[in-house]
């Protein structure tokens, strides 16, 4: 098994999690391979070199949602079985997918024989396994990147400091064929059902059901932003009157102006026009043995 570490994920790296994996791993008789980033895209490498030599049974992340990306970037439409060993700040797909948040608990999962075919799409040929948007989350996203501590309360402050100063959108989507005009506060692209930290953009998303949730958020007004945070963490987003959820196998927009964007969590260039597909069962995912049925 191979484990691809970001000590740089989430809140901190312990140096304890190297000596977990070898001491369960050990237990189980399995031979372990540690190798860690050295810089952005390095895991996208490692992983395409294991995937190239098959010489592991799974390539475990060990990280947040952005190295999560990172090495299904270097394993999409391979044979290769990928896991996730979750340490980032956010840790959406991991969570949507049932694996635990407490590090040793996930450690299960390196002997679990439990995989799934696993859903992907391409943002102007870009892969994202989890949430992707434009719009405020995208503007958000690129501040984040320039801050020295990540979590919850962090992102939190950046997003109270930002909201009245950005704008609603004007957004003309063609969904399948179909032309529509649109207002957007965010425009969120939803593989799995939440961005991280249990904030479900789109409740009832599945990674297996060959589509993607089209989010549109209007601008909530300052009164009623309690009851819709409420929504959002308790899985009832879609019953706001200020969120329409569509779905959608392809879809292309424009912008009269370039528009800030993320790719799971991490900021990109502004761009005007944008392309997106999905890639039906393109990840083999190795889950829990009680998530495998409901996601």
Request: charged share 20%; proline share 4%; aromatic share 8%.
């Amino acid at each position: 098994v191979l484990f691809i570490i970001n000590k740089y994920a989430g809140t901190g790296y312990q140096s304890s999690v190297d000596g977990r994996i070898v001491s369960v791993c050990e237990a189980l008789n399995i031979e372990p391979t540690l190798e860690f980033t050295q810089r952005r895209t390095h895991a996208t490498e490692l992983a395409q070199q294991a995937a190239l030599s098959k010489k592991f049974d799974i390539v475990f992340a060990v990280g947040g949602d952005g190295t999560v990306n990172e090495v299904a970037q270097g394993l999409v439409h391979t044979q290769q079985i990928m896991g996730i060993l979750p340490k980032g700040s956010g840790n959406g797909l991991a969570r949507h997918l049932g694996i635990p948040m407490d590090f040793k608990k996930s450690l299960a999962l390196i002997d679990s024989p439990h995989s799934i075919c696993m859903d992907s799409f391409l943002i102007n040929n870009k892969l994202s396994v989890n949430v992707s948007g434009i719009g405020f989350d995208g503007h958000v996203a690129g501040l984040f990147a320039k801050e020295e501590k990540r979590g919850l309360i962090g992102y939190s402050k950046l997003v109270l400091k930002e909201f009245h100063s950005f704008n609603e959108f004007s957004i003309e989507i063609a969904i399948d064929h179909t032309t529509y005009k649109r207002d957007a506060f965010v425009l969120a692209f939803a593989n799995s059902s939440q961005f991280g930290n249990n904030a479900r953009v789109s409740p009832h998303a599945s990674v297996c059901d060959g589509l993607l949730d089209v989010c549109f958020i209007r601008k909530v007004p300052i009164a009623q932003t309690i009851g819709f945070v409420k929504k959002m963490f308790t899985g009832h987003i879609e019953k706001s009157a200020w969120v329409d959820i569509v779905r959608a196998k392809h879809l292309t927009l424009s912008f009269e102006e370039p528009l800030p964007y993320h790719v799971d969590g991490e900021a990109m260039k502004p761009e005007r026009n944008f392309s997106i597909t999905v890639l039906p069962a393109s990840i083999n995912m190795v889950v829990p043995k009680d998530s495998a049925n409901r996601i």
